[in-house]
């Protein structure tokens, strides 16, 4: 009884090898985690300077109408804006900028405190923009908190 056996060459990747290949994967993604995560804060912080910019353009834009017009409201894209001391008044800017659900808006005295929607509440404090009401001697103002969004 003559047994032969033939010898096929085998292709493929060995044990060894994929588990190489699933440790570097893991590494790669180990470091660019971190990168990822940090990208939610700089998406807030882009949405405050957009809501910073839309707040600030629609006081200049009423603060125009209202030098030309000099009356105590002006009228913005169907919308009455009640003026205070010749800028929009808290009550009425969020309107005027045309800031929409994207953003939690909380009237604050004279100030109008804009916040990210779903914004963690530790962030409160040092992720907003505040637009602050004009007084008589100086005009309104909007501000961006310094601190991080993340």
Same mark, same amino acid.
């Given at each position: #009884?003559?047994?032969?056996?033939? !010898?096929?060459? =085998?292709?493929?990747?060995?044990?060894?090898? *994929?588990? %190489?290949?699933?440790?570097?994967?893991?590494?790669?993604?180990? $470091?660019?985690?971190?990168?990822?995560?940090?990208?939610?804060?700089?998406?807030? #912080?882009?949405? *405050?300077?957009?809501?910073?910019?839309?707040?600030?353009?629609?006081?200049? #834009?009423?603060?125009?109408?209202?030098?030309?017009?000099?009356?105590?409201?002006?009228?913005?894209?169907?919308? %009455?804006?009640?003026?205070?001391?010749? /800028?929009?008044?808290?009550? $009425?800017?969020?309107?005027?900028?045309? *800031? $929409?659900?994207? /953003? $939690?808006?909380?009237?604050?005295? =004279?100030?109008?405190? %804009?916040?990210? !929607?779903?914004?963690?509440?530790?962030?409160?404090?040092?992720? !907003?923009?505040? /637009?602050?009401? @004009?007084?008589?001697?100086?005009? @309104?103002?909007? %501000?961006?908190?310094?601190?991080?969004?993340?």
């Amino acid at each position: #009884m003559n047994i032969s056996f033939n !010898k096929k060459a =085998q292709s493929g990747f060995t044990l060894i090898e *994929l588990i %190489v290949v699933i440790v570097i994967l893991g590494i790669l993604a180990a $470091t660019a985690l971190p990168k990822f995560a940090s990208l939610s804060g700089d998406a807030r #912080m882009a949405s *405050l300077q957009g809501a910073k910019g839309a707040i600030s353009s629609a006081s200049a #834009m009423v603060h125009g109408k209202w030098l030309i017009n000099n009356t105590p409201t002006v009228t913005v894209e169907n919308s %009455v804006i009640n003026i205070v001391n010749g /800028y929009p008044s808290t009550a $009425t800017i969020a309107i005027a900028a045309g *800031l $929409t659900d994207d /953003y $939690t808006i909380v009237p604050n005295g =004279q100030d109008l405190i %804009v916040r990210p !929607k779903n914004l963690p509440a530790a962030l409160n404090d040092t992720c !907003k923009v505040t /637009y602050s009401e @004009a007084t008589a001697a100086r005009p @309104a103002q909007v %501000v961006i908190a310094a601190g991080p969004c993340e």
